[in-house]
T-cell receptor
Framework: AQSVTQPDIHITVSEGASLELRCNYSYGATPYLFWYVQSPGQGLQLLLKYFSGDTLVQGIKGFEAEFKRSQSSFNLRKPSVHWSEAAEYFCAVGAMDTGRRALTFGSGTRLQVQP | GAVVSQHPSRVICKSGTSVKIECRSLDFQATTMFWYRQFPKQSLMLMATSNEGSKATYEQGVEKDKFLINHASLTLSTLTVTSAHPEDSSFYIC??????????????FGEGSRLTVL
């Protein structure tokens, strides 16, 4: 079974600073990997996804993530964070062997942005 | 494209009553929909997998008689919380995978439904 670990429960950065959110996954084969963002009381918005090809994935709003198979990681990065991006960020893994399985989510990282 | 809509977004009910939450894929067909539950400041936990035209598959520990799932068409799945109690208060989120096309494993999520049981 697949699993996801987000080691950082809570991160605070200053507006304009760079951001890196960590994600490690466990899965026996090549996984599908996703980053979602959730604002308070809202559903999930997809930031980016990886399922094959280039290991550096570009997403919306200037986010990017790099798939590193050797480290079983898929860290999310952004060069400069805006105050409006304070939210909960979830990394998720899906199984490539069948398209019918649900995604497994990490515990989330809450991002605070200081002015 | 790929919009999933949930209704209602918020519902308050009395203990002992039943509540139905609808999940619709607005611009695509979904043979499989997933229902997640999220407690405050926690992650999403999969409750069940809803397959069009067949019985739902529930995760371990989820009471199938309490959380009734119906997936009557390729665009609609419903979750009914029966005889709701305060401990059922939570944020329920549905997601859907488009039928056909390239299978990237991506799920599209509804806006969520916040249930408060008094």
């Amino acid at each position: 079974a697949q699993s996801v670990t987000q080691p950082d429960i809570h991160i605070t950065v200053s507006e304009g600073a760079s951001l890196e959110l960590r994600c490690n996954y466990s899965y026996g084969a090549t996984p599908y990997l996703f980053w979602y963002v959730q604002s308070p009381g809202q559903g999930l918005q997809l930031l980016l996804k990886y399922f094959s090809g280039d290991t550096l994935v570009q997403g919306i709003k200037g986010f990017e993530a790099e798939f590193k198979r050797s480290q079983s990681s898929f860290n999310l990065r952004k060069p400069s964070v805006h105050w409006s991006e304070a939210a909960e960020y979830f990394c998720a893994v899906g199984a490539m062997d069948t398209g019918r399985r649900a995604l497994t989510f990490g515990s989330g990282t809450r991002l605070q942005v200081q002015p | 494209g790929a919009v999933v809509s949930q209704h209602p977004s918020r519902v308050i009910c009395k203990s002992g009553t039943s509540v139905k939450i609808e999940c619709r894929s607005l611009d695509f067909q979904a043979t499989t929909m997933f229902w997640y539950r999220q407690f405050p400041k926690q992650s999403l936990m999969l409750m069940a997998t809803s397959n069009e035209g067949s019985k739902a598959t529930y995760e371990q520990g989820v009471e199938k008689d309490k959380f009734l799932i119906n997936h009557a068409s390729l665009t609609l799945s419903t979750l009914t919380v029966t005889s709701a109690h305060p401990e059922d208060s939570s944020f329920y989120i549905c997601s859907a995978r488009p039928r056909g096309g390239a299978n990237t494993g991506e799920l599209f999520f509804g806006e969520g439904s916040r249930l408060t049981v008094l």
